[in-house]
């Protein structure tokens, strides 16, 4: 039996005292319960209502009970809309059947935002046809969000890449996930309820295990790393955290240990390491992992005041060998090299392989006598050469090698890098190539003054290049008639205490490294620049500049002229590249491909210094070139020596023949310049007709508009 408060309830000053007494009672009662208590009526026209309804109603939907009481729409205005269907669905369905509303719904809330209820209520149909719930609604927020969370760690605890296992307070495994199983090898069916004791692997003691317990005893968690034992009885190193769960008493309650399997990590991370310090041929150390262990030996050896060895090491021949036996057995050679290097040599010397026959060997004992390291590296020296020649056999052939070797004590100088003892031992290893090959050099007592001074001159140009200490240089190359028609560059190098140096005190001995592609570089950027200056006052020549071998067969050679062309807009028309005969010595298919490109362009090549190498006129027609230049040594003597001048006429002849322009170097006198003209079309070059200046002094003395 029911009751209905309002529907045909009295005015309230007229309600009966004892219905009045009862509504108190209820109210008040009502106001004891965490939620709303509600009387809920639905009319057969579908109206809504709330007959009673508790004050909770103001906390959780911001209403009074007496703005629902005739009209429930205000209570509906808060629906989630995602959950708006359900609501109507799950309260008609109540309706229909009679049966109990049970329904757990969102709600958003001006103040609130969104919150989770849940609404219980049983209807009852009433003689009017209409439904009259009674029930409660209470907030189930809390619980939602903590199911929410409990359903994020437990996916979490199923997916993460870490091992968790947790345990009871005396250590009983009560669960794991699945990251567990694949680090240890055991499945959860095997760990369950047993000791994480069957991890252990021995390598732990008494005093660690007590320092882990202690930790969790004092700090409630530890973490460092540790090793354990799979199923398969290997040993892994792991990062492991272990935390202690208590309850609100402080009581523990879990144990919950993470760790992650570091040997995954560790053999990345060796690969990575053995990629970047390797030579992927010999697996040999390589340039970058050498000079790093050299710069620990030096700081050793200076701060011991001790000595140690480099060895540098040039195979002597192996050019001819890889050429005439094809790449796949010089490869193959390169190998057993490393293999008996290594065989020969201590566990603690480092053998690295620099570049394609050039290996380097770091002996880092300390000897606190310089001439007894000194005799030791030499011992060694001849160790390795001995082994070369009688040990190296490929596919059971034997190959008698020998090999070139430079040998640098350090320390030399407090300044000293591991680049400069590396330099050391390479100019020693060069004198020992210059005198033949198949011996040892010290860079130290052997090395002439001269020496030490090419190092020191190299050292110095390499600075001075960056600092701005090079020169262009200019020399008019004039026709029969005396107008200037081209000029050639030249570099010099303007020395902060040496003054101006010429280019033969320092191009020859950069050519013996990358430093002449530097220098190049410089000049190529500064003719371009004065190419498009002369360009643009309308003053049409062509300008040569030297290009040194090392320097043409750069990979990106082609590229490189052509980055310096457009950064600068010059005309390749203009622009005259001199080569000389030793480039196309070596690789002769591969610098005419390269010559073609670039005259495709519109770029000149001109044969430098012509009669003095291979002079092989044969090639020269092969060889996409526009120009000869007769060295200055034939012109000397021109006049003199018939030998010279018949050999002048010769080259002109055939340069007739080919097609090609001719300049002569170094004419110094009109009667040589007089032979010349004579003899066919030349232009000269030489002091007779100009000096190389300075590019602002010969800028000045250009007529405008040549
Ligand atoms: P080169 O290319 O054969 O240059 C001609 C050399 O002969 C220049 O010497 C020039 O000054 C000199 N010369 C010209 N006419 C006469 C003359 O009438 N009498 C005498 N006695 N000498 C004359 P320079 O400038 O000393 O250059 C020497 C060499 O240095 C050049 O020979 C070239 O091989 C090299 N060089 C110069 N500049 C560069 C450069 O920028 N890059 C490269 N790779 N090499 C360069
Ligand atoms: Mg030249
Ligand atoms: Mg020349």
Known sequence: M??????????????????????????????????????????????????????????????????????????????????????????????????????????????????????????????????????????????????????????????????????????????????????????????????????????????????????????????????????????????????????????????????????????????????????????????????????????????????????????????????????????????????????????????????????????????????????EALAVAEKLREALRTRIEVDAEHFPLDASIGIALFPESAQETSSDVLRQADMAMHQAKAAGGGCAVFFEATMGQTIRDRYRVERELRLGIDDGQLRLYLQPQVDATGRQVGAEALVRWQHPERGLVPPGAFIPLAETSDLIVAVDRWMLGAVCRLLARLDAEGRVLRVSVNISPRHFQKDDFVDEVKRQLAASGADPLHLVLEVTEGLVIDNFSEVVAKMNLLSSMGIHFSMDDFGTGYSSLAYLKRLPIHELKIDKSFIDDVTTEPNDAALVETILAVAQHLHLQVVAEGVETQAQADFLNSHGQVIHQGYHFGRPEPVEAWLAQLPSGA
Not at 233 to 242: A, C, L, N, R, Y
Not at 290 to 316: C, I, K, P, T, W
Request: aromatic fraction near 8%.
């Open 2 to 375: 029911t009751t209905e408060f309002e529907g045909k309830q009295p005015p309230r000053n007229s309600m009966s005292a004892k219905l009045q007494r009862s509504h108190d009672l209820l109210v008040k009662l009502s106001a004891q319960v965490p939620g709303i208590i509600f009387q809920f009526r639905m009319d057969r026209d579908g109206h809504f209502s709330f007959p009673f309804i508790s004050d909770a109603v103001r906390e959780m939907y911001g209403l009074t009970p007496e703005q629902v009481r005739e009209d429930a729409t205000p209570f509906f205005a808060f629906r989630h809309p995602e959950d708006a269907d359900g609501l109507a669905t799950s309260m008609l369905e109540s309706a229909r059947n009679l049966s109990r509303w049970h329904h757990e719904y969102r709600l958003v809330l001006p103040k609130l935002g969104v919150r989770w209820r849940l609404g219980d209520a049983q209807p009852e149909k009433q003689k009017d046809g209409s439904i009259l719930w009674h029930g409660f609604i209470t907030d189930i927020t809390e619980r939602k969000q903590s199911e929410e969370r409990r359903r994020l760690n437990a996916r979490v605890f199923e997916t993460v890449g870490e091992a968790i296992m947790v345990t009871d307070p005396q250590a009983n495994i009560v669960a794991v996930n699945p990251a567990f199983c694949r680090i240890t090898g055991y499945s959860e069916a095997e760990v369950l309820g047993k000791n994480p004791r069957i991890l252990n692997s021995n390598r732990h003691n008494k005093a660690f295990h007590k320092g882990v317990w202690q930790s969790l005893h004092d700090y409630g968690e530890w973490a460092g790393e540790i090793w354990n034992r799979r199923k398969n009885g290997e040993v892994f190193p792991e990062w492991q955290t272990i935390s202690c769960v208590k309850d609100p008493t402080g009581k523990v309650t879990q144990y919950v240990a993470v760790f992650s399997d570091l040997s995954e990590i560790r053999k990345a991370q060796d690969a990575a390491e053995h990629l970047s310090w390797r030579d992927a041929l010999t697996g040999l150390a390589n340039r970058a992992l050498f000079l790093r262990q050299l710069g620990q030996s030096l700081a050793n050896a200076h701060r011991e005041g001790r000595y140690a060895d480099v060895l540098l090491l040039d195979l002597d021949r192996f050019k001819d060998i890889n050429e005439a036996r094809g790449l796949a057995l010089g490869d193959a050679l390169l190998k057993a090299v490393a293999e008996c290097l290594t065989q020969i040599l201590h566990p603690d010397d480092l053998l690295a392989r620099l570049d394609s026959d050039e290996f380097a060997v770091l002996l880092p004992r300390l000897t606190a006598d310089r001439e007894i390291a000194g005799r």
